[in-house]
């Protein structure tokens, strides 16, 4: 399926997809727009901060090797 040309279901549907998790790279191919970037700078203000996702993923890393360690030596 292609959003290009149905701006309607566009503006509705992208930012939903977005937020669940769409690709800037299908944005691109079903928008028909030349590069990842030319969507990134168009719709990436719609996709969500994914910092707090970072930190969370490294801290369970790092707990996990910590707890790893702490079972080695005991």
């Known amino acids: 399926m292609s959003f290009a040309g149905l701006e309607s279901a566009q503006t509705f549907s992208l930012p939903m997809l977005i ?5 800037v790279k299908v944005v691109q191919k079903n928008l028909r727009h030349s590069s990842a970037k030319t969507a990134q700078d168009t719709y990436g203000h719609k996709w969500p901060d994914n910092e707090e996702t970072a930190r969370a993923a490294v801290a369970g890393v790092l707990a996990d090797r910590l707890k790893s360690r702490t079972e080695q030596q005991a």
Do not use: I, P, V
């Open 19 to 23: 937020a669940h998790g769409l690709d």
